[in-house]
């Protein structure tokens, strides 16, 4: 896709006739518009002038930054040179087969290294926090056996520690050495061996790597200072680089340092040279300026304004759609964004720079295709303007539909110039659209399910009926055995026909047929004296419990079909927790409204009756699916694909709402939504307890 960049300004203008100017005219009052333009033309070279001496001062610091640019990496490259011995010292410990064969080659592979490279000072092991090895040893018997982590210098016990626990390359220093004079500790743990030591240690001079660095000294004309990562300095001019000077990272191990920098004699004197030559110049471009700019300001203004205030409408029509604009400049390969579409696709303004894949890198991996051949149409003359909707995954991994209205413009000769258009945020039409083909599909199929179920009762109103007038048959030829056999079959018969009918009264539940009686419940009430029932429903091994709003208004529904409700969710619950497990009914109330409006619910005001299970959850395919007559994923003889059908004709036909909530793993959350108020004004009346958030 086209490049957008990180702001957008789409502005409608107009033709503006200028104002007539005045005639000029000669007056005794001359002198004051001369006095204005001096006072303008003075006050334009003040500006300047420390404007200028600014950017003096900022291109002094940049010759500056390139005189120490050499020394900074001559520093860290001394430093790193010397700390990669450490990898070299951690591989001889390692590759040592037994603790005699490392005492006994120590001191010839210390002493070789010492040799080799200016600047170390002595290898060190390291064993539970004492020194038990080090080289060389003149000087340095003293600290054989030494506890570091004792060490009354707090910073060095601190790093042993890290180094030990961390496992990764630990830098002490600088820090006055026991031998005498500055130096770095550079610690790092070994592999694990019993009987080996735990840490290797090289112990470096620091002022032999700053001399290697080749650090100049004040006779060149610059002060440099080598300052540790808590900005203290430890080496360079002694008298200091005093206020503001510039500074360079030096990358060492564990912690940089800075290189900080001035001229010996101050910035001041860098710039006063150029600045003196400057301003007479500058004082005189500044002073015609000025007096054009008393001409030509006023208009200036005015047109500015005219334009901003464009903008500000364009602006504010766009947000009352709640539309963004982008523009792609096709020559640049660059995207402009507004805040609006920025938004849209969750990205803040400052996070774009123009770049087309950030908006590809949004766009859903199932749409992009599509997309990109899209542009590419419209790109390669195919077509000109273009309406069409996807997918935008957020950060926050949901998925956004978006609607992109946009139109090719080219230039004189026929070439892609730019592309314009605007978006808009689709999820909510598109929600509503699919709700919408989803109840049309359940009501087309809980119509069928209706007449049939109508007829199929009819005829198991026959069944049963004549299926008892054989069992009075079968009875009447007593304990012949041949009667008690066809009583029994005729038993079985009946209790296939009962099982038969309640299965119909559920399909006339789900097809809105079966009459209703709905009387005014206290929800929270009426799910407190089911508990018992519900508790027994779950089984042994799973835990019931129940957070039931007191106070909440009472709402219209039809108090068997309640019991049914909650009946198929509670088995539903249990058959989705084979490992036992908790399920959580909750009753409270909502006022969805704007921005307050909780996770699903619907806008309006409604009392919640909510059951959560900690079960295997749904993918989002079954999600789709779950409250399809007949649709189950249970084995077959262990479900009738009824349960949430009868679910949501029941609350549909109350007036209410319900919404599911699963994530695999982790569970499945039901919310039924049943209005506060029903069938009569009686019970308009305050919600009671709301909260805002489900």
């Not at 600014?54 to 010759?63: G, Q, T, Y």
């Not at 940089?256 to 500058?282: N, Q, Y």
């Not at 982008?326 to 696709?345: G, H, K, L």
């Not at 059951?611 to 295997?616: E, F, L, Q, R």
Request: charged content about 25%; some cysteine.
């Amino acid at each position: 896709m086209p490049d957008v960049s990180a702001r957008m300004s789409l502005v409608a203008t107009s033709p503006i006739d200028p104002p007539a100017e005045p005639r000029a005219r000669v007056t005794g009052q001359a002198w004051r518009a001369a006095l204005i333009a001096a006072g303008v033309a003075l006050l334009l070279a003040i500006v300047f002038d420390q404007w200028y001496q600014r950017e003096l001062e900022n291109r002094a610091r940049a010759r500056v930054r390139v005189v120490m640019a050499p020394y900074a990496s001559a520093l860290q490259a001394a430093v790193q040179r010397r700390v990669a011995l450490l990898a070299g010292l951690r591989s001889f410990a390692d590759s040592r087969r037994s603790r005699r064969e490392l005492d006994d080659e120590f001191p010839l592979f210390a002493q070789g290294i010492l040799l080799g490279t200016d600047g170390v000072r002595a290898l060190q092991f390291v064993e539970n926090g004492r020194i038990v090895m080090t080289w060389p040893l003149d000087g340095n018997e003293s600290v054989l056996g030494y506890d570091l982590i004792s060490d009354p210098r707090p910073v060095l016990g601190a790093d042993v520690r890290r180094a030990m626990e961390t496992g990764g390359m630990i830098v002490t220093g600088p820090v006055q050495l026991v031998q005498g004079g500055n130096g770095l500790l550079v610690r790092q743990r070994i592999a694990p061996r019993a009987g080996f030591p735990d840490l290797a240690a090289i112990i470096l001079d620091l002022p032999t790597i700053v001399s290697e660095a080749g650090v100049p000294t004040p006779s060149s004309g610059l002060r440099l200072e080598i300052r540790d990562s808590d900005s203290r300095a430890f080496a360079g001019d002694a008298a200091g680089v005093g206020e503001s000077p510039e500074s360079m990272v030096v990358a060492v191990p564990d912690g940089d340092w800075s290189l900080v920098g001035a001229p010996t004699d101050g910035w001041a004197s860098m710039v006063r040279a150029p600045l003196a030559g400057e301003r007479v110049t500058a004082a005189a471009l500044i002073l015609a300026a000025g007096l054009l700019g008393l001409v030509l300001g006023g208009r200036q203004e005015r047109l500015a304004r005219e334009v901003e205030e464009s903008g500000t409408r364009l602006d504010l029509a766009l947000r009352a759609g709640r539309m963004g604009a982008w523009e792609f400049d096709v020559p640049t390969n660059r995207i402009i964004w507004s805040e609006a579409a920025a938004a849209i696709f969750g990205y803040e303004p400052r996070e774009l720079d123009g770049d087309p894949s950030q908006f590809f890198a949004r766009v859903h991996s199932d749409d992009r295709r599509a997309l990109r051949r899209l542009v590419d149409e419209m790109l390669s003359g195919t077509r000109r303007e273009y309406v069409t909707e996807f997918r935008v995954l957020l950060p926050d991994e949901s998925i956004r539909w978006v609607l992109a209205i946009g139109e090719l413009e080219r230039d004189a000769s026929g070439r892609p110039k730019r592309m314009l258009g605007v978006i808009s945020d689709a999820s909510e039409r598109r929600e509503i659209e699919e709700r919408l083909r989803h109840s049309q599909r359940l009501e087309a199929v809980g119509t069928l399910a209706g007449g049939v179920a109508h007829d199929f009762n009819n005829l198991l109103t026959a069944i049963i009926g004549f299926t008892e007038l054989a069992q009075d048959r079968a009875t009447e030829l007593g304990q012949h055995p041949a009667g008690e056999a066809i009583h029994a079959d005729l038993h079985q018969v009946l209790m296939t026909a009962d099982r038969a009918a309640n299965l119909t009264g559920q399909l006339l539940a789900f097809s809105r047929r079966k009459v209703s009686e709905p009387t005014r419940i206290d929800l929270s009430e009426a799910v407190r004296e089911l508990e018992p029932m519900l508790r027994r429903l779950l089984g042994d091994g799973n835990e019931f419990s129940s957070e039931l709003t007191p106070g909440l208004t009472a709402v219209w529904v039809d108090s068997g079909q309640l019991t049914q409700v909650l009946v198929n969710l509670i088995v539903n619950a249990r058959d989705a927790m084979p490992d036992c497990g908790m399920v959580t009914v909750r009753t409270y109330g909502v006022r969805a409204s704007g921005s307050s409006r909780p996770l699903d619910a619907p806008t309006g005001e409604w009392i919640c009756l909510e059951v959560a299970d900690s079960g295997i959850g749904m993918a989002a395919e079954l999600q789709a699916r779950i409250f399809e007559p007949y649709f189950t994923t249970k084995e077959v003889g262990r479900g009738t694909g009824l349960g949430l059908a009868v679910v949501y004709g029941v609350v549909e036909n109350a007036g209410g709402q319900v919404t599911v909530n699963s994530v695999l793993g982790e569970g499945t959350v039901f919310r039924i939504y049943l209005p506060h108020r029903r069938m009569t004004d009686e019970y308009a009346t305050p919600l009671g307890a709301v909260s805002a958030s489900a």
